[in-house]
């Protein structure tokens, strides 16, 4: 199977990280006291409740993670290789980031406790009663719980088989969408997650690259389908979700139904076309994981100085936060991220070269 990375990979995570960053910058506009006299306000709270950029974005992720990640588990002890790989991606700059965190936190004399800080650091807080020092993070966690599934279904050699997939892919629609149909039926009181759901977009991805890539028909049809059982859960359990306040729907139904088939449109377009064709794009892209971790931190520190109050002026401070994160993310790119992933492939290469047998020549 081909592992080639694509080109426009890295085009699409720039915008699905821009997304992510404006939609977080109209949230921060629409609770400044007093926005909803200001110039700005109706086409904000507009735009927010009709399309949200923010999931919008995460779907794309998630898509794409599902489409590429998987193929990076290769080589002499591949399960090694990746583990190895994926810590030195993605562990260095969270740290850095909790790093800020709790600096800031600790400059507004809201120190978090030790415990806190070290679960954090595990990119799984949960597991230890702990919550997100930033609620933005959460994505990560989704990440994890897809690696450890991919991991588990290469050790059993069913990763490639694309009917596993997809039976794997509705089980995690299933374990969101259950519970949630027994409430609304007043039938049990099951606890509800939406961890399940949000990984099966992941699987969407691997089976949209057995499709497009790999040229297995079928696989494409069970994607369409898997696609299609997700975004009829998410249609049902949009009313559920406001009235429970559970952060899975924040202002409306219509805004994140509409970001889902946003992003499902955008990535299978992109991916059978091969677009976008963008260098400006793809050298965002590949700086966007630290625009994911440090663009909260970035436009904080602005808005101290200057706040996001709906006014006309407003749309230079914005533009002031993305070049900002931007430049930012830039460098913790070159100076974290780059070197701990070289480092990362030098500790594989060495151990790789330490487990090589020797081989026995006859005499």
């Given at each position: 199977m081909a592992t080639k990375r694509l080109e426009n990979i890295d085009g699409l995570r720039a915008i699905a990280a821009l997304s992510v960053l404006v939609q977080h910058m109209f949230g921060d506009m629409l609770r400044y006291p007093g926005v909803e006299s200001t110039v700005l306000y109706?086409?904000?709270?507009?735009?927010?409740?009709?399309?949200?950029?923010?999931?919008?974005?995460?779907?794309?992720?998630?898509?794409?993670?599902?489409?590429v990640v998987p193929f990076s588990i290769k080589g002499?002890?591949?399960?090694?290789r990746f583990a190895i790989s994926r810590f030195f991606r993605l562990y260095p700059a969270l740290w850095l980031a909790i790093a800020a965190l709790t600096a800031l936190f600790w400059y507004r004399g809201n120190m978090p406790a030790v415990s806190t800080i070290l679960a954090n650091m595990t990119m799984a807080p949960a597991l230890f009663g702990k919550t997100w020092l930033s609620e933005i993070y959460w994505t990560l966690f989704?990440?994890?719980?897809?690696?450890?599934?991919i991991a588990s279904l290469f050790a059993i050699k069913r990763l490639y088989d694309y009917r596993t997939v997809f039976a794997l892919g509705m089980l995690l629609v299933a374990s969101t969408a259950f519970p949630v149909l027994l409430r609304i039926n007043h039938v049990a009181e099951l606890p509800v997650q939406y961890i399940g759901l949000h990984v099966s977009f992941l699987f969407s991805g691997l089976l949209l690259r057995f499709s497009i890539i790999d040229?297995?028909?079928?696989?494409?049809?069970?994607?369409?389908?898997?696609?299609?059982?997700?975004?009829?859960?998410?249609?049902?359990?949009?009313?559920?979700?406001?009235?429970?306040?559970?952060?899975?729907?924040?202002?409306?139904g219509q805004a994140i139904l509409a970001a889902y088939i946003a992003a499902i449109i955008l990535f299978i377009t992109a991916a059978v076309t091969l677009r976008p064709h963008s260098e400006t794009l793809a050298a965002t892209g590949q700086i966007s994981y630290s625009i994911y971790l440090f663009h909260w931190l970035v436009c904080s520190f602005i808005y101290s100085q200057l706040p996001l109050t709906g006014e006309w002026r407003s749309l230079a401070i914005m533009m002031l936060c993305i070049v900002a994160t931007?430049?930012?993310?830039?460098?913790?790119?070159?100076?974290?991220?780059?070197?701990?992933?070289?480092?990362?492939?030098?500790?594989?290469?060495?151990y790789s070269r330490t487990n090589m047998r020797p081989v026995r020549l006859s005499s």
């Amino acid at each position: 199977m081909a592992t080639k990375r694509l080109e426009n990979i890295d085009g699409l995570r720039a915008i699905a990280a821009l997304s992510v960053l404006v939609q977080h910058m109209f949230g921060d506009m629409l609770r400044y006291p007093g926005v909803e006299s200001t110039v700005l306000y109706p086409y904000v709270s507009t735009w927010v409740h009709n399309f949200d950029l923010g999931r919008f974005g995460v779907v794309l992720f998630f898509l794409i993670s599902g489409f590429v990640v998987p193929f990076s588990i290769k080589g002499e002890k591949p399960l090694r290789r990746f583990a190895i790989s994926r810590f030195f991606r993605l562990y260095p700059a969270l740290w850095l980031a909790i790093a800020a965190l709790t600096a800031l936190f600790w400059y507004r004399g809201n120190m978090p406790a030790v415990s806190t800080i070290l679960a954090n650091m595990t990119m799984a807080p949960a597991l230890f009663g702990k919550t997100w020092l930033s609620e933005i993070y959460w994505t990560l966690f989704i990440e994890l719980v897809f690696y450890f599934l991919i991991a588990s279904l290469f050790a059993i050699k069913r990763l490639y088989d694309y009917r596993t997939v997809f039976a794997l892919g509705m089980l995690l629609v299933a374990s969101t969408a259950f519970p949630v149909l027994l409430r609304i039926n007043h039938v049990a009181e099951l606890p509800v997650q939406y961890i399940g759901l949000h990984v099966s977009f992941l699987f969407s991805g691997l089976l949209l690259r057995f499709s497009i890539i790999d040229k297995r028909p079928r696989a494409g049809l069970c994607a369409l389908c898997l696609l299609g059982l997700q975004l009829v859960t998410i249609f049902s359990l949009s009313d559920f979700s406001l009235l429970r306040n559970d952060g899975f729907v924040l202002i409306s139904g219509q805004a994140i139904l509409a970001a889902y088939i946003a992003a499902i449109i955008l990535f299978i377009t992109a991916a059978v076309t091969l677009r976008p064709h963008s260098e400006t794009l793809a050298a965002t892209g590949q700086i966007s994981y630290s625009i994911y971790l440090f663009h909260w931190l970035v436009c904080s520190f602005i808005y101290s100085q200057l706040p996001l109050t709906g006014e006309w002026r407003s749309l230079a401070i914005m533009m002031l936060c993305i070049v900002a994160t931007l430049i930012v993310s830039s460098a913790v790119y070159n100076l974290v991220e780059k070197p701990m992933q070289a480092l990362g492939k030098y500790i594989v290469n060495i151990y790789s070269r330490t487990n090589m047998r020797p081989v026995r020549l006859s005499s």
